[in-house]
């Protein structure tokens, strides 16, 4: 009966995790995600990233900093050392950021967008999803010894595949060696963060959720005007990078403010969590309606309308069970 609570929440994970990072942000539109290799590699990639980022987490019983360290790690594991997308200037999806921020063999402002971008909405937010859907089990281990080696080895299976077999690209040895460093990095920044603490709490409640939506949906809008408006004008590089590096860490300080120092509840990490997501779901018809886009775009409106209610739905079960919670409390 354990293993059976166990595995909704992995099931979960393992495909809410490639479903916003690929197929809501428009990157493997349904023609794509949806072809059977796609249903291979995917979810074994991005959902095995997750489910061990989660596990480590609740291991170690750390908080989101380690979460956030994990899945920055996690993205220079899958576009620097599988894909090789950090070094390659030809990669398909790199547009001018193949040579804007280019130098010694590394696409610089690519790498960093996407590192960000990985911990954020290919780790965290599914991560956080998850654990709002199944809120009585956030604390506890989904995987035992054999399934933390088993999401292992299918993740190490998938970068190999993906090495090998994506492109014939072979990047640069120091570089690519730097990478490896640093994602042991911040493996080790993870592990040795401060353990999960309560907080302090501050005596006046935290803002209400609607502003947790708009500062989730305005860091989205703001991380793409950097990383794709900045080197459009162009503006120079080092501006670039240091709004880039500057973005997370303006987000951290505003919800440590507004959340009132651990304050805030499931609603408002739902609010922060919606907002970001909220920015592709009104970008998915537009990129339906892309014509200068070559692949297969069909569907993308129903990916957004399905995230929405996905969305929607988890909005109400959080605010009816805080209804309950608030209710027993009183009682």
Known sequence: MKSKRRI?????????????AELLSGSAPPAEFFHPLGLLVLPALYGSGAILVRELRVCWRKGWPTVL???AAYGIVEEGLMVKSFFDPHWEDLG????YGR?????WVWSLELTIYHAAFSIAI??????LLFP???DERWLGRRGMIGFSLLLLADVLFGFLALTSYRPPLVPYLLAVAATLGLFSVARWLPVKTGGRRHPSPPPRPLWFVGLGFVATLAFFIIFWGFPAIPL?????????????AVVIWAVLRMSRDSAWNDRHRLGLAGGALMFFVLLAPLQELDAERVD???GMTLVGLAMLMFLAGLWWWVRRRSGEETADAVQ
């Open 69 to 71: 360290a994990l899945g």
């Open 8 to 20: 909704w929440p992995v099931l979960v994970l393992f495909f809410l995790a490639p479903a916003i």
């Open 236 to 248: 120079p590089v080092p501006i670039t990078v240091l709004a880039g590096v500057m973005l997370p």
């Open 296 to 298: 297969n775009t069909s």
């Open 136 to 138: 009585d089990r956030r």
């Open 126 to 131: 599914p991560i956080l999803l998850t654990e």
């Open 103 to 107: 130098w010694g063999g590394v696409n």
């Open 96 to 99: 001018l950021l193949g040579s």
